[in-house]
């Protein structure tokens, strides 16, 4: 058995949806994985080997171990849940990744659709993407990233209210969904199952003249990090200055042709940003210093998720864009690289090739 699984990577927020709004875009990790059928036994950990191809440019360096890995560990995740306790003999997963980490590009999120997408196809569950958005959601706990990489395109997303049994199931600590690696032992422990129906996802409509410049900074911040400066409460004020915005943001950016003042007001946030700027040097400015007045080209900015990354979304004069951003970060001594993306509009896709 042979096959390939491409995962878009993911930028969250647009702005005012904090936590709602995900899009998807064209830069995929793929895993091409690999059961060699003939064999019934193996001596492989788990039964499973990992090679992975950096193509983004990290420090970090990923585990190959499939008790850590977090891709792995999902889909083991998965695979026990349904009283599968390793891989199927001699599976070979190669991993090509040219999503950065710990930039604001929802690496995480998309290692964790890959992993479910792993468990689902080697382990023959036949699950639908519905629920393994839930499956997704007991480890990221946030459904902007997860779903607009595994459904694809501009999405916003919604958790359900759950019944108190279920809340308590979801809110199980993240240790016992992915428990820690136990040097190969398997502690024979089924993992909590995920609630039916946690998360649900409405794709939007996405003008196809508006295309995504990321403006990536050569430096990382854990999305952990980002979250934990955000305050618990907000005013009022606040509150209502984001719905507003967010409520006219998916017809902004599906209307064609796009209106850059219409689009530009609707990504204006005071829930995530303002907050984050003590962790992205020069952040309020480059929110600020330009506009669709003072830069042809321009629609909208933004921080992309919890950041560095920033997002501009733009119809043309897309290097004049990221050079005056870049020049901005550079002012701090940090250089950037930056991509021109578009949506990615199929989302999770397994192909056997
Ligand atoms: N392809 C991958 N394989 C394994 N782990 C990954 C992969 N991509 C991301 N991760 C893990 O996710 C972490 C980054 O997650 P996070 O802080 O949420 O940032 P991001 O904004 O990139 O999602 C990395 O430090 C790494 O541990
Ligand atoms: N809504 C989340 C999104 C985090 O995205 P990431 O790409 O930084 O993982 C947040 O803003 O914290």
């Known amino acids: 058995m042979f096959f390939v699984i491409r995962v878009p990577c993911s930028s969250a927020n647009i702005g005012p949806g904090f936590d709602v709004i995900g899009l ?21 950990p788990l039964n499973c080997a990992i090679t992975y191809d950096d193509q983004s440019n990290s420090v970090e360096k990923i ?18 849940c349904h009283n599968q306790r390793a891989f199927p003999v001699e599976t070979k997963v190669h991993i090509v990744n040219p999503i950065p980490l710990s930039r604001g590009l929802g690496s995480s999120g998309t290692a964790v659709v890959a992993g479910v997408m792993l468990g689902n196809e080697v382990g ?11 499956y997704c959601l007991m480890i990221e706990r946030h459904p902007d990233n997860v779903a607009a990489s595994l459904f694809g395109g501009f999405v916003g997303t919604y958790l359900n209210e759950l019944k108190p049994e279920d809340v308590a199931r979801k809110e199980i600590p993240l240790s016992e969904v992915l428990p820690a690696p136990a040097g190969g032992v398997d502690t024979g422990m089924k993992p909590p199952e995920p609630p039916l129906g946690i998360g649900h996802y409405r794709k939007f409509d996405w003008a196809p003249e508006i295309k995504a ?35 006219l943001l998916p017809a902004a950016l599906g209307t064609s042709p796009p209106d850059p003042e219409m689009i530009f007001l609707a990504m204006q946030d005071k829930v995530h940003q303002p907050y984050r700027k003590g962790l992205i040097p020069g952040l309020p400015d480059i929110l600020q210093s330009m506009t669709p007045a003072t830069q042809p080209g321009l629609l909208g900015i933004c921080l992309s998720g919890a950041g560095p990354t920033i997002l501009a979304l733009a119809t043309d004069r897309f290097t004049e864009i990221a050079d005056r951003i870049i020049a901005r970060f550079a002012a701090d001594n940090i250089s950037c690289q930056w991509k021109l993306l578009e949506p990615a509009q199929a989302g999770t896709t397994v192909s056997p090739n």
Do not use: C, M, W
């Open 63 to 80: 585990p190959l171990d499939p008790e850590v890995n977090l891709i792995t560990r999902v889909a083991l995740y998965v695979l026990r």
């Open 24 to 44: 998807a875009l064209s830069l995929h990790l793929e895993l091409h994985v690999s059961v060699d059928t003939s064999k019934s036994t193996s001596e492989l």
């Open 213 to 247: 410049i990321a403006i990536i900074p050569d430096f990382v911040v854990p999305t952990a990090d980002a979250r934990n400066v955000l305050p618990q409460t907000y005013t009022r004020a606040d509150v209502v200055f984001n719905l507003q915005r967010a409520a």
């Open 124 to 134: 023959k569950l036949g699950l639908t993407k519905e629920r393994l958005l839930d």
